[in-house]
């Protein structure tokens, strides 16, 4: 190498791959058959073939191919590695014996086991007799489909053959399973028509595909399933408000805290990989942020289990900003729709009141309901979208938020659409028949909106989409209104360049609120044309606000070329959901003035305007260290070494002099041998071994020397609940500072107890 691919082929194949798998080897790898797979929604093949080494030895070998397009140049780039699993093999025939033993208790619980010949369709029944498999003959596939229709109940008969067809099996890709349960025309002895679920996995096999098909009885299932539904409805009604926050509880805490954990997982993993940028790693950091302080504020609702469980669950109302909670939001989300391929915009109507009055967390916890759901059920290359409108309100100080949030997911029938907000109601049809969940979602985010006076509704279409539409009024935390016109700004004409309709009206309805008269095209040559006729007109235009990703050219070459037209003076702002770290430097170069994320607001489009007219000085953090606790000695108690590690270099930052014990005994003997006035205090952790943070604590207070009994004790444990705060402080214990640290609280916190303030 270097050398062209089909050179490097011959040359591995010649060299590397024994005679009987060269030929599935070519096929497997050749460069028309991995375009037609990538074409076809692959982006991974793998295949196992004989090969031997440089020095003879036969091994068998397994090939992975990655299939990805470069997102510049549009060339298909195909990454391969090359694994030895000789002693896998091996291992796998040893296991022979003991998966014979499997497959014979298994055929017990089958109905029945089919495997299905892709490159004929001929299908073969597979049974044990005396430990070994038995093969017959069922003929074609199709031939064999037909038959079961007798069978199969008949509502049911349409939707087992889309599952099972021919076309659908071949589409499937290797290692993937396809799940279809029908009911059958015989019913058991309760009257029930029987349940079966066919369970289709695609496999490959000596260079050929093949599909298992295993069929279960779930019968039994699915009658113990409806009468536990009846069993919790009926135990719902007698104990509504209890038995409604416990279930709301369970079903959402798991789904509320994966997401911003994912966020924070990945944007982790980002910052590890551009660590020495700078820049990138606090943009990174500050998402982390952000998804950790919603992770927090989700764990901190826990502590309130006992006011959730007997319905006294309440509204706390506070200050906050909507661009704020949206940015968050997405932070939280993009992660996981960039996974799933999905197109996500949030955009604004009218919102002219940006700060209110409401629980933030409720309202975080309505929209992630509602995008999570979207998420789960729409397909890759979908759209998820917000909208945020604002309408008048029913007084002066308040104002009629609406959200809307659409999807062009798989939808839902009429009927469920009547039901959607009852509790454990879910839709059952195949096409949602692997999602996971109870069905409370919906009824949980109705009592949310209508805690808060608001109201929701859907409107949605089978295999076109949903829209959710919530309605919130909520309190304007700023009543004066600040005249928002740009004066530097009035009249100048500017230009919105965006292939999506709303933002190119939003951007330019929110233009024309700060003075400016405003265009707007959905085609980048359509803004360099535009551009060349105004400089002609004498009209130019005078700021342009331009999407970075556009279907015929993107931002960074729009730009380039209206700077042809127009010189160096006029700004030009990029708009992107993305993060443009990776391409500020080409975009500086090309003439690119700022940069704005999406979802845009109008504050922050005025802010970015009047920070081009009125550039300001990048101002550097401020420093941690507090003056009047610089230099104290702290005994900081702890048994987990990567919670020492954090605190310690948190208290470092501060100026804080750190020492360790590693349990509450310690803790104790590290007093009594450095003895009074040497310690300024003990931050003591809780569960600890050998002896806990309580105990430890009772035995510093009752020390003789009172030099040393009366050093003050900070409890700093993930024990968070009101009772371990009240426990702490019978225990001698000065304050109490739950897990994960804030840091600011902590410090705080010191100053109090070391009466610094």
Known sequence: ??????????????????????????????????????????????????????????????????????????????????????????????????????????????????????????????????????????????????????????EDVKKLREALSAENLLRLPVGNSIRCDFRSRGKNENGINR????NAVKIIRDGKEYVNLVTMDNTATVENEMKQKALIEDALRRAENASRAKTTFLSNMSHDIRTPMNAIIGFTTLAITHIDNKKQVEDYLGKIASSGSHLLSLINDVLDMSRIESGRLHLDEAECSLPDVMHELRDILITDMKSRKLEFYIDTVDLMDEQVICDRLRLNQILLNLLGNAMKFTEPGGSISVRIIEKAGKRKDTALYEFRVKDTGIGMSEDFQRHIFEPFERERNSTISGIQGTGLGMAITKNIVEMMGGTISVKSEKNVGTEFVVQIPMKIAVLEKKDIVIRELEGIHALVVDDDFNTCDSVSAMLIQIGMRADWTMHGREAVMRTSQAVQRNDPYGVYIIDWLMPDMNGIEIARQIRKEVGDECPIIILTAYDWNDIEDEAREAGVTAFMSKPLFLSGLRRCLLNIIHPQE????????????????????????????????????????????????????????????????????????????????????????????????????ANAFEEDKKKAIEAGMNAHIAKPIDVEKLLDTLEQVLNLI
């Open 195 to 198: 349940v079966y679920s066919a």
């Open 618 to 717: 990048e101002t550097k953090p401020d420093d941690m260290i507090r003056e009047s606790i610089s230099g104290r000695r702290i005994l900081l108690a702890e048994d987990n070494d990567l919670n020492r590690e954090i605190a310690r270099e948190l208290l470092g930052e501060a100026g804080l002099v750190i020492e360790e014990a590693r349990d509450g005994r310690a803790a104790v003997d590290r007093l009594l041998e450095k003895g009074a006035g040497y310690y300024d205090l003990v931050l003591m952790d809780i569960q600890m071994p050998i002896m806990d943070g309580y105990e430890a604590a009772k035995q510093i207070r009752s020390l003789e020397d009172r030099g040393l009994a009366d050093i003050p004790i900070i409890a700093m444990t």
């Open 1 to 154: 190498m270097p050398c062209s691919y089909d050179t490097y082929i011959d040359l591995w194949v010649s060299r590397y791959v024994n005679d009987d798998s060269r030929e599935m080897f070519i096929e497997n790898t050749g460069r028309d058959y991995l375009k037609k797979a990538f074409e076809e929604g692959k982006s991974e093949i793998t295949f196992d073939y004989y090969a031997r080494t440089l020095d003879g030895n036969e091994i068998s070998a397994r090939r992975s191919i990655y299939l990805v397009r470069d997102g510049k140049t549009g060339d298909l780039i195909a990454y391969s590695n090359v694994k030895d699993i000789t002693e896998q093999k091996s291992r796998e025939r040893k296991m022979h014996q003991y998966e014979q033993m499997l497959a014979t208790t298994a055929s017990g619980m089958y109905k029945g086991v089919r495997q299905i010949d892709l490159s004929d369709f001929t299908t073969t029944y597979l049974s044990f007799e005396n430990d070994h498999v038995v093969t017959q003959d069922k003929g074609n596939w199709n031939t064999w489909f037909d038959e079961q229709e007798a069978y199969v109940y008949p």
